[in-house]
């Protein structure tokens, strides 16, 4: 008896045709094209999932300007870097990936070299000092005039558009994402309002603003046409979604209305924000997945007032307490950071005692980093020494693993409903993910590209299921 049962196949499109190409599939097509067509431009993307879809809608307003994506930057006429400036070394990282990625001026002198998105923004004509060889900067609320402003550069130009418009939500844009085929993304906030006392983002993507409701479902039906199962509502804090008096519960319930989508998630929501109607819709919407990605940042009192998180420990505590007794096994993934302005080793003891009573599934965990423009780089004494940060950090990431391999091995032997990505493939497995968003691994031949099918799981790497 096969332990692999398939639910159903990939639906075919709207039009009863084959399933739309796949991202993998459209960009070999533009390789293949890119011998003969228009400029070509290759993109690279850092940071967050956000990032991931401005770079699909960066990639889109290209491709209508005639410009056809590579993934080799050897053939390219212009290289993006769709940044991040969350972090000071996702920064560097960009200064050393574009160092890197000069030495393709070699085979071509006319290269174009240009950066987006936060660190654009943050860093400004900053950017020019410190890499020359990047003529072109532009900040995420500039992607609607991004193809003339790539044209502008190639003909020599330097140009710079890091202004923030508060309206911008790219109504009517349409992108063209690079990912698994079967699960979209739909932004559906830009920008936000909480300013955190350690975080760029108000300041990179501006104030918060919600997408209208029907740019929100058009996108969602985009998806669903084009053979997507799975829809991943995208916003800083996608919870505090307000579009006059339409909720983020109630434009959840209208995307679960939609035909073709199977599973629903979003990312990442706001601990103060999360309103008991949002719960009980996650509770009665089978279509939602059981995941919730809650930021937590600190467990200390102390440390959660200087960074002005809106929460206390105890009230982020209570709200995981009444997630777990609506949403029956849950999976909670949090973001972690140790060493801010003023933490002391009994803060820290509080910031591991939460994610012992917690037990995260898995954590993201950083150290503090200055952002040199936000309220902690200017009011509060960044005083925690490297090497303490270094080792809090460390002390965090080793309990996370331990709660993570247990969470992974606490599912062998379950039956597991599996959405299998298009593109994802990992030596002679297929992956797929869980609606617990964990990854599944299922031998080639075992399971088709874009099926929901159902498997019992035999291992457990420590981060990935392994399908019987
Ligand atoms: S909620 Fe806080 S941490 Fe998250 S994006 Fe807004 S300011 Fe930054």
Request: with cysteine; glycine share 8%; charged share 30%.
């Amino acid at each position: 008896m096969t332990d692999l049962v398939q639910i159903r196949a990939r639906r075919p499109n709207a039009a009863g045709a084959a399933p739309a190409a796949t991202a993998a599939q459209a960009a070999e097509t533009a390789e293949t094209a890119a011998t003969a067509d228009g400029p070509r431009v290759y993109l690279e993307t850092l940071g967050c999932q956000m990032n991931e879809a401005d770079s699909a809608l960066i990639a889109g307003q290209l491709a209508a300007r005639g410009y056809v994506r590579v993934s080799d930057p050897a053939l390219a006429d212009v290289v993006l870097i769709n940044t991040c400036a969350v972090r000071e070394k996702a920064e560097e990282r960009v200064y050393g990936r574009t160092s890197q990625l000069l030495r393709h001026r070699r085979e071509n002198p006319d290269l174009v070299f240009g950066i987006t998105g936060c660190m654009a923004e943050h860093l400004r004509d900053k950017v020019a000092e410190r890499a020359p060889h990047i003529s072109l900067v532009v900040g995420p609320d500039a992607y609607r005039g991004i193809a003339d402003l790539v044209d502008r550069a190639r003909e020599g130009a330097s140009v710079l558009d890091v202004k923030l418009d508060k309206d911008e939500v790219y109504e009517g844009l349409d992108g063209v994402p690079d990912d698994d085929g079967v699960s979209g993304q739909v932004v559906i906030q830009r920008g936000c309002d909480k300013f955190c006392t350690f975080c760029v983002v108000p300041f990179t993507r501006g104030r918060e603003r919600g997408v209208p409701p029907r740019e929100v479902l058009r996108g969602a039906r985009r998806l669903a046409e084009q053979g997507y199962r799975e829809v991943v509502l995208l916003g800083q804090t996608v919870n505090s979604y307000r579009w006059e008096d339409v909720t983020f519960a109630e434009l959840l319930r209208a995307v679960a209305a939609i035909d073709g989508i199977e599973r629903i998630r979003f990312t990442s929501p706001y601990p103060v924000d999360f309103t008991d109607a949002l719960i009980e819709v996650m509770a009665s919407e089978p279509k939602i997945c059981p995941q919730v990605h809650l930021p937590f940042q600190s467990g200390s009192d102390r440390m959660l007032t200087a960074m002005r998180r809106g929460y206390t420990r105890a009230e982020y505590l209570d709200l995981v307490r009444r997630l777990r007794a609506a949403i029956p096994d849950l999976a909670l993934s949090t973001d972690v950071m140790v060493g801010f302005c003023g933490e002391t080793e009994e803060d820290h003891a509080e910031t591991l005692s939460l994610m012992r009573e917690v037990r995260f599934d898995t954590a993201f965990m950083f150290a503090y980093s200055d952002r040199g423009i936000t309220y902690a780089s200017k009011r509060l004494d960044d005083d925690v020494p490297a090497e303490v940060k270094g080792r809090r950090l460390r002390e965090v990431i080793e309990l996370q693993e331990e709660h993570t391999r247990a969470a992974f091995a606490a599912r062998i032997g379950r039956r597991e409903e599996v959405l299998v990505g298009i593109t994802a493939r990992r030596g002679d497995h297929v992956i797929g993910r869980t609606p617990r968003f964990q990854n599944v691994l299922i031998p080639l031949g075992r399971a088709q590209p874009g099926e929901l099918v159902t498997v019992t799981i035999a291992a457990s790497t420590g981060h990935s299921l392994i399908a019987e």
